[in-house]
């Protein structure tokens, strides 16, 4: 029946699209239990740095390490995680939108900014920003591994070691919860000293080797493990939004097939009226 | 007889956690025995074994390729390195990265300023609630 057939083919468009929503939805549902788990497995060991540093800190005041002294402000530098993939609503816009609030306010102080981006989206966004891109990954796909990352954190290391940049933020989405997640801009170096942790303990380490060689250790690993924890949670909350955006296009994919039924069933009625009183009053006329 | 709390962690995954009775590892400056009451330290490790005597005599070994010991009065924490660590391997890593800038920089020749770029996202979020809000209404 040549009724409606432009619906038709259009219902059947939209449903082959449903069929595609659908499916990303449920593949976000069933990435992301794993990504929670590796996100919460990841935490002690950045527990435990944070623990040592302050304790460090309290133990040896006669020895400070660069990265804990604040300095005058030239030029700062971010690490920016964004997912590699879209579809997973406004996650990303909504991190580069803060990011660039962030860095805004530098570069209208004349402060320079030093950026290097982890994930597809942050490396295609940046390359079109009057910044200067220092390093990129391009993605680390649903199993980041930490030794993936550790050339870009060692670019940003090192350019703080050598003091061409006074500041590293890391920029990233925060998994509140399935339904929020926050993008967030986080210190990383200089580091804060945690005020409200008060360590009691009056013990010093033996050190082996010399407590300066120990710390510049444990405060590399621990820079690339806050990083390897950003991208972490990036990946849960990716998936989170994903989830979210894609349920609310597989509605919507609903919606409209349930609309155009409707039009095609009234136009195919009003196509068998018309036929009908056709017949009979040609019947009529005979 | 007398135990210390042991936890051993690497960047990607809690790799042991309980009481033992001693650990033993290879620190930078020789193989180390921590019983329990040993003096606060802190070493870097070699690559090599991490072996804990849990209470019962039994031993369990992992293999660690570097990383930093800890004693506390009560607490032996082990932060573990997974993958093997070396400046040169850092170092080339860190040069792939780097390239990796260079060539998406090559590819762009058109630099927006950060200001327009925020205006345009900001239109874009806009349009995004506009429609969400849209909806809303209509199912009204």
Redesign the interface.
């Known amino acids: 029946m040549a009724v409606g057939s432009e619906i038709v083919t259009k219902i059947k468009s939209v449903q082959s699209t449903k069929k595609v929503t659908s499916a990303l939805e449920m593949v976000s549902a069933s990435k992301i239990k794993k990504a929670k788990d590796q996100m919460l497995e990841a935490r002690p060991y950045a527990r435990q740095m944070q623990k040592i540093i302050g304790h460090m800190a309290h133990s040896s005041p006669e020895y400070r390490h660069p990265f804990m002294k604040e300095r005058e402000i030239k030029r700062v530098g971010y690490v920016v995680i964004s997912t590699d993939r879209g579809l997973c609503g406004g996650l990303n816009t909504n991190l580069f939108k803060k990011s660039l609030a962030h860095m805004r306010e530098y570069q209208d102080g004349n402060i320079e900014i030093d950026v290097v981006t982890v994930g597809n989206k942050a490396s295609n966004f940046f390359k079109k920003i009057a910044v200067d891109l220092k390093a990129s990954i391009p993605s680390l796909g649903d199993n980041p591994d930490l030794t993936d990352l550790i050339g870009v954190v060692k670019v940003m290391l090192d350019a703080f070691g050598d003091e061409k940049i006074d500041r590293l933020y890391l920029v990233f989405n925060d998994f509140v919860n399935s339904i929020t997640q926050k993008p967030e801009v986080q210190q990383m170096l200089p580091l804060k000293p945690d005020k409200d942790k008060q360590i009691r303990d009056n013990f010093d380490y033996i050190y082996e080797p010399e407590a300066k060689e120990v710390l510049e250790y444990i405060l590399g690993r621990y820079v690339e493990a806050l990083v390897f924890q950003g991208v972490l949670e990036n990946l849960a909350s990716e998936h989170a939004a994903r989830m979210v955006a894609m349920k609310n296009a597989t509605d919507n994919a609903t919606d409209l097939i349930k609309d155009l039924q409707l039009i095609y069933n009234k136009a195919r009625q009003a196509a068998i009226t018309q036929e009908i009183s056709e017949i009979v009053s040609g019947a009529a006329a005979v | 007889m007398s135990s210390i709390q042991c ?1 051993i ?6 790799i042991f956690s309980g009481e033992v009775a001693m650990v033993f590892a290879t ?3 020789g193989e180390l025995g921590i019983a329990p009451q040993h ?6 490790l070699k690559p090599g074994e991490v072996r804990v005597e849990l209470k019962d005599g039994t031993h369990q070994n992992y293999y660690v390729s570097g990383g ?1 010991l ?4 009560y607490l032996v ?1 082990v ?1 573990a ?3 093997t ?1 070396a400046e040169d ?3 080339a ?6 390239e ?2 260079e060539r ?2 090559k590819d ?1 020749d ?6 327009q ?2 205006a345009e ?2 239109k ?2 806009a349009q ?1 609630h506009a429609l969400a809000r849209l ?1 809303k209404n209509l199912k009204r």
């Open positions: 936890d962690v690497s960047a990607e995954t809690e620190g930078i400056a003096a606060p330290l802190i070493t870097l930093i800890e004693v506390q009065p924490s932060l390195d997974t993958a660590r391997i850092d170092e890593a860190a040069i792939q990265a780097k990796e800038a998406l920089l762009s058109k630099r927006q300023d950060i200001a770029v925020q996202l900001s874009a979020l995004l909806k």
